[in-house]
């Protein structure tokens, strides 16, 4: 972890329990819930609380022993470019998903398929496409949030071509 991320974390930390109202630092949404210890405290930050939906996430990831790493939080993302699809309808997010995201997402799927280290592909992946959620190797898969659910585009390799996969799952009403 470097210098700054240290930093950073220490001063997170501070202003978390004098009770400053922030988004996830791990999602960047506004999900936190008011009184602080009533969140999710971070498995990888040091007395760092994330919003309920990060808290299982770390725990989904720990157990698959492939944590996100620190540099791809929402907190340490400032300054690059964004998007947020959270307020998009998923069927429009799709068509931008796929645009423009998609051919990156395979260049690092092919990438780790030659046996690229994969939490430098994550961190790339992170700055690459803007607005992605999570993404994993075991199966190598990449989650949007959008307004209306989630969109997950998978990946795997058929001979010598990549196919891709994606749905759009939608909250149930």
Known sequence: MSKNIQKALLDLKARQEAGEKMPCPRCGRDTMKPDLHTNA???????????DDCGTAEAMLDFMRNPLPLE???Q???????ADFKAVPGEEALKTIKAEHVPRLIRIFQQWKAGADFKALRITAMKECPGLTQIWDEPFQALYTVADGEIVIRFRQ?????????DHLTKAK
Do not use: K, P
């Open 72 to 74: 791809c939080w929402a």
């Open 41 to 51: 405290l971070s498995r990888h930050a040091d007395g760092i609380y994330v919003c």
């Open 76 to 82: 340490f993302r400032e300054g690059e470019a964004t």
């Open 158 to 166: 058929n001979n010598d071509a990549v196919e891709v996969a994606a």
